[in-house]
């Protein structure tokens, strides 16, 4: 269902059925239809929006870790994280949460970027009450 899904939101993406960064109402009739069909199951739109809010989540943790890193690459035949051991163990040392990334496969890693890479929060700029007021 996953693939059917991402698929469907990409499919909406490419048409333009999305307006600075939300996907339109048109879009999501599209979807439920497209899936529908695809998988001949009953689906909503309030299943759909649940489904990718979980993914998007689950897809964050491998992007936030790897986007702004060296040495790394995405496979989309494999669908893991590769780099080299040292470059691996280098990471490692900093973050241990990053093992479970060289053999946990990161599918539909591809179509999230497309979709929602650059739509994402940083808190780089942002600035406390105490800053703003400074200004």
């Known amino acids: 269902m996953d693939e059917a899904l991402m698929d469907a939101f990409l499919h909406q993406h490419n048409l333009g ?37 979980t993914l998007k989540a689950n897809l964050s943790k491998s992007h936030d870790l790897f986007k702004n890193l060296s040495g790394f690459s995405w496979s989309p035949v494999t669908k893991l ?4 051991p040292e470059v691996w163990n280098a990471l490692i040392k900093v973050n241990n949460d990053a093992k ?35 200004r």
């Open 81 to 84: 994280w590769s780099a080299e």
């Open 100 to 134: 479970e990334w060289m053999t946990k496969p990161v599918l539909h890693y591809d179509i999230f970027v497309i979709l929602f890479g650059n739509d994402r929060a940083t808190g780089e700029k942002s600035e406390t009450a105490k800053e703003l007021k400074k």
């Open 17 to 53: 059925n999305r307006v600075n960064g939300s996907f339109t109402t048109k879009a999501y009739e599209n979807i439920v239809n497209e899936l529908k069909e695809k998988l001949g199951k009953e689906v909503d739109k309030d299943k759909i929006k649940n489904r990718m809010k």
